[in-house]
Nanobody
Framework: EVQLVESGGGSVQPGGSLRLSCVASGFAINDYNVDWFRQAPGKQCLSVATIGKDGSIWYGHSMEGRISISRDNAKNTVYLQMNSLKLEDAAVYYC???????????????????????????WGKGTSVTMSS
C-alpha cells in the first residue's frame, strides 16, 4: 500500500523533546521532497521543515533553531527531532511527500493542511503532539 505514516507524537512537558518519524511505504522517500506541517485546532497550517530530494534542508521560522529534519534512506524514513518545545507547539504534525513545488490556497478560514497546500503527492494522517505540566 502506498502511504506515509507518522509516529512519535504524544504528551510532552514544555522544554521537552520528541522525535517524530515519517515512514513511507510503496515508494522511495528519497525520490521526493518531504515536508513536515503542523496544525493546531482553529489555527493555520504551518510548514515546519523540508528536506529535499538532494538533501537540502529548510526550516520555518516558527520552530527554527529548535528542530532538525533528517532522512534515513535505508529505513525509508524522515525524522523530525524537536527540542525545547513550547506550549504553542501543540498540534497535529503531518508529513507529506511531493515531486515538485507546492503552493497555498487563500481562504477566509483555516482549512486542513491537506486542503491548504497544493502540489502534495502523498499525505500522512498525522501524529498528535500535546503539552503537559
Amino acid at each position: 500500500e502506498v502511504q506515509l505514516v507518522e509516529s512519535g507524537g504524544g504528551s510532552v512537558q514544555p522544554g521537552g523533546s520528541l522525535r517524530l518519524s515519517c515512514v513511507a511505504s510503496g515508494f522511495a522517500i528519497n525520490d521526493y521532497n518531504v515536508d513536515w506541517f503542523r496544525q493546531a485546532p482553529g489555527k493555520q497550517c504551518l510548514s515546519v521543515a523540508t528536506i529535499g530530494k538532494d538533501g537540502s534542508i529548510w526550516y520555518g521560522h516558527s520552530m527554527e533553531g529548535r528542530i532538525s529534519i533528517s532522512r534515513d534512506n535505508a529505513k525509508n524514513t524522515v525524522y523530525l527531532q524537536m527540542n525545547s518545545l513550547k506550549l504553542e507547539d501543540a498540534a497535529v504534525y503531518y508529513c507529506a511527500a511531493r515531486s515538485g513545488m507546492m503552493s497555498t490556497k487563500q481562504s477566509g478560514r483555516f482549512p486542513p493542511c491537506q486542503d491548504q497546500y497544493v502540489g502534495i503527492t502523498y499525505w500522512g494522517k498525522g501524529t498528535s503532539v500535546t503539552m503537559s505540566s
